[in-house]
């Protein structure tokens, strides 16, 4: 069955320090999701991409978040400088009809 | 905005039935999804229903939809306890998720 593969599955970083996250999607889902996740929250919305093109950024701290899906596949979040309260679960998810999937996300700790 | 509420804890007793609730603003969104979490792990799709739909079953799982109401139930059977996860209601367009629901399950 094909999956979402992100990496890594766990960071730990240095706050200020650059952090990146990759994610592969199912081939063939135009639509791709990156969320953020806190402990003890639902998943919010960080960047939506329809292939190339950001859908929705609204909700990303532009000043230090910035995303990319050059090739409108596989997709980088990047996180610069890195705060202590960036610690959180990072979820991508695709969407190539109906149903949408999520891969396993990355766990951020930022210390 | 977009908006998905739900009520946060659940406890049932392995083989009741378990319903949790869910509350949405966006009356457009064309399917409502529910998925459950895992400790750790990503979000898996348990099933989903379209708008015009009231009701879906599958398996142990029925899903009611009053879109009068905008409220969206998902009602486990004969509840296992490795049923016990966090589950969420989403809504289609910008895939918009509420707080979730921890189910508990004791033996």
Same mark, same amino acid.
Request: contains cysteine.
């Given at each position: ?5 992100? $990496? ?7 706050? $200020? ?22 402990? #003890?929250? #639902? ?22 978040? $910035?995303?990319?899906?050059?090739? =409108? ?11 202590? =309260? ?18 396993? =996300? ?6 | ?8 804890? +659940?406890? /049932? ?5 378990? /319903? ?15 998925? !459950? ?5 990503? +979000?898996? +799709? ?7 739909? %009231?009701? !879906? &079953? %599958? &398996? ?7 879109? !009068?109401? !905008? ?6 059977? %004969? ?23 921890? +189910?508990? /399950?004791?033996?």
């Amino acid at each position: 069955e094909a999956e979402v593969a992100q $990496s890594p599955r766990y960071k730990i970083t240095e706050k $200020s320090q650059a952090v990146a996250f990759w994610c592969d999607p199912i081939s063939g889902h135009a639509t791709l999701y990156w969320y953020r996740q806190i402990l #003890g929250q #639902g998943p919010e919305l960080l960047v939506q991409f329809q292939d190339e093109s950001v859908v929705d950024d609204s909700q990303l701290p532009k000043d230090r978040f $910035s995303a990319e899906r050059l090739k =409108g596949v596989d997709s980088t979040l990047k996180i610069q400088p890195a705060e202590l =309260g960036d610690s959180a679960m990072y979820l991508c998810a695709c969407q190539g009809g109906t149903e949408a999937f999520f891969g396993q =996300g990355t766990r951020l700790t930022v210390v | 905005g977009e908006d998905v509420e739900q009520s946060l804890f +659940l406890s /049932v007793r392995e083989g009741d039935s378990s /319903v949790i609730n869910c509350t949405y603003t966006d009356s457009s969104s064309t399917y409502l999804y529910w998925y !459950k979490q895992e400790p750790g792990a990503g +979000l898996q +799709l348990l099933t989903y229903i379209f708008s015009n739909m %009231d009701m !879906k &079953q %599958d &398996q142990r799982l029925t899903v009611l939809l009053n879109k !009068k109401d !905008k409220h969206l139930s998902l009602r486990i059977a %004969d509840t296992q306890t490795g049923d016990s996860a966090i589950y969420f209601c989403a809504e289609k367009g910008k895939l918009i998720f509420g707080q979730g629901t921890e +189910l508990s /399950v004791k033996p």
